[in-house]
């Protein structure tokens, strides 16, 4: 008789979710999921609000990454406004995406995954978690917090205040940047430089106490998606989309973002409401793809900052023989060289006077009824587009979200971690956990991800005692 | 050091959960010598904060309360579960003593009354009472307001 093993709520990661083990009758596993069960609806309720309001109202998706929505957001606006805003507020906005990247980034390994690293596996799950470590890894603690905190008041003294920010706009920003604010941080960038470097050293240690255990954490081969530079460096907020299969050949290049649907399916599996996004051309569940740190590090040509370029090289040569990094565990190690990449540059753009510019907003009325927003968020290529009329009032909106483009690749992991750590029918602490730090190695965040409201697969079923199905309701 | 620090957080967008940050608002009016913190959730980050001051008031709002409720805090044993939306007051203060090794001599976490949740930017009418009732409360439980309420 076949059983399913049911693993909930998953913690440590942003939202809502289950993972369901199916067994055969030998008990093998027959399939894994990782199901996401909270459901929200930004994407209906935007309807109807002036497109103006956007960046405020989704900015609200999400507390961890809503500086990401926001610059995506208004640069939709840019779109539908039909302007190239100033050059001040380009820099502010990379600025603000950078301390996103910062913040969110040092949250996922610090403080969500580095627990599992440095207390261990199997250490006691009460204490396996940032105030565990603030017990045992005290210094490794307080730099992480630190980190975040770097992030976190970048955000705040460009926006105003550290979660939704309603700082950036249609056209630009709303506020100069605060001068006097300048010093403070360029003064704080050696401590978090160093604290990245040490982090580093931390997980290539951590990868040899791990090594038996590594190779399972979603090694498998799948495209890779992301934004690059015109000339192939690590890009966040603009550029050209580039798709790299496993072997590092770069199978698509140079796509139009504004032009995602065309590259972009999405099918909806009755058990999740998360959506399955696959590359077209591939087909579904052929086009399974991975997006965020480990996809943008594995297909940029070269980083543009000297500590993080330094990092990529040997983040590289983990590939060996394959052209791209395929195990889903160096997600950390690709986000650690970001985050680097990101405080190297803000310190490029804190010495760069364009920032104190005053021309920041460019103001137009609406001129398309159409606009298309994206950046790099930090699990992924975010992607924003509304449709609006002629007075800006919004009569569509859709929002393609990293953490779903990993979907297919997370139940993957999960299905690759149960096969390898399941013993019988028995779930050990230590099993469950590390098919949790698998879908950790993405970071998801499924508030962000189940924004949806629609034509999504609601099914419910009532038993009765002899577990028999009495009632069913599908919508 | 002879600092107080009063952290109002919740969500303004759901209703009577902004009450924390609606107090702050009123508040700052009354005790101008006391710093003052709007957030939307605690993070870990704000034990390093906290840990610079003698005294550190959270105001949240709770339904699970008829009236305005003054806590007195100690370090608490963390749980294992966390993500950044539960980190509680009682978190960041066993943080502040672990990383800091110092913690405010006063941590007090006062319980505004809520009703309502729901989309709105606005706190119902009872909310708004309490919080008046906070204010006196406030008064009466650590005085040194410089005006009068």
């Known amino acids: 008789m076949s059983k399913i093993i049911t693993i909930k709520p998953v913690s440590r990661i942003e939202g809502h979710a289950k993972i369901t083990v199916h067994l055969d009758d030998k008990n093998n596993v027959k399939d894994a999921r990782f199901h996401v069960d909270e459901f929200r609806g930004f994407e209906k309720f935007c309807e109807g609000r002036l497109m103006w309001e956007m960046p405020g109202i989704t900015s609200r998706i999400c507390g961890i990454c809503p500086a990401s929505h926001l610059v995506t957001s208004a640069k939709a606006g840019d779109d539908i406004l039909a302007v190239a805003i100033p050059e001040t507020a380009e820099k502010l906005r990379r600025m603000l995406t950078l301390a996103q990247w910062i913040q969110s980034h040092a949250l996922s390994f610090f403080h969500l995954s580095s627990p599992d690293f440095l207390l261990g596996f199997d250490s006691d799950p009460m204490k396996r978690n940032i105030f565990g470590l603030i017990e045992e890894h005290k210094e490794f603690a307080r730099r992480g917090i630190r980190l975040r905190k770097f992030g976190q008041e970048l955000i705040e003294i460009l926006g105003g205040r550290k979660i939704h920010t309603p700082w950036t706009v249609a056209g630009g920003v709303r506020e100069k940047f605060d001068a006097s604010k300048k010093d403070y941080l360029l003064n704080w960038i050696p401590e978090v430089k160093q604290t990245t470097l040490d982090a580093i050293k931390t997980l290539k240690n951590i990868q040899k106490k791990f090594s038996k255990d590594i190779p399972n954490f979603g090694n498998f081969r799948s495209l890779f998606i992301g934004i690059v530079a015109d000339d192939g460096a690590l890009e966040y907020y603009d550029g050209k989309l580039r798709v790299m299969d496993s072997d590092g050949n770069i199978t698509a290049d140079k796509l139009n973002p504004k032009l995602y649907t065309e590259f972009f399916g999405e099918i909806s599996e009755t058990w999740s409401y998360l959506k399955f996004p696959y590359y077209k051309p591939l087909g579904y569940p052929k086009g399974m793809f991975r997006v965020g740190p480990l996809a943008r590090v594995n297909i940029c040509d070269y980083i543009d900052t000297p500590l993080a370029e330094t990092e990529r090289k040997v983040f590289k040569s983990y590939s060996g023989d394959a052209g791209t990094v395929n195990n889903s565990f160096f997600y950390h190690y690709a986000r650690l060289i970001e985050i680097l990449f990101s405080i190297e540059k803000i310190e490029e753009l804190l010495n760069d006077l364009t920032i104190l510019g005053e021309h920041i907003r460019a103001k137009a009325m609406v001129n398309r009824e159409e606009g298309i927003g994206f950046c790099e968020a930090p699990r992924g290529t975010l992607f924003h587009h509304y449709w609006v009329n002629s007075d800006g009032v919004i009569q569509k909106v859709n929002m393609l979200i990293a953490t779903a483009q990993n979907n297919l690749a997370m139940n993957r992991t999960v299905r690759q971690l149960a096969i390898q750590y399941l013993d019988g029918s028995k779930i050990s602490e230590g099993m469950l956990n590390r098919i949790e730090a698998g879908i950790r190695c993405f970071d998801p965040c499924l508030s962000c991800s189940t924004h949806l409201l629609g034509k999504l697969p609601l099914h419910v079923q009532l038993f009765d005692a002899e577990n028999k199905l009495i009632d069913e309701v599908k919508r | ?149």
Do not use: W
């Open chain 2, 1 to 149: 050091m002879n600092k107080t620090l009063v952290i109002g957080y919740g969500n303004t967008v759901r209703g009577d959960d902004g009450a924390g940050i609606a107090a702050v608002g009123i508040l700052k009016k009354y005790y101008p010598h006391f710093d003052f913190l709007s957030i939307h959730q605690l993070t870990p980050e704000l034990s390093e904060t906290m840990s610079n001051y003698q005294s550190v008031y959270f105001i949240d709002a709770s339904v699970e309360v008829a009236e305005v409720t003054k806590i007195k805090l100690q370090p608490e044993i963390s749980t294992g579960i966390l993500n950044t939306h539960v980190v509680s007051p009682q978190n960041l203060l066993n943080t502040c003593l672990h990383l800091y090794g110092k913690i405010p001599s006063e941590t007090i976490l006062f319980h505004i009354p809520a009703y309502h949740y729901g989309f709105s930017e606005e706190l119902s009418v009872s909310t708004q009472e309490r919080i008046e009732e906070l204010v006196v409360y406030l008064s009466a439980s650590v005085g040194t307001s410089n005006k009068k309420i």
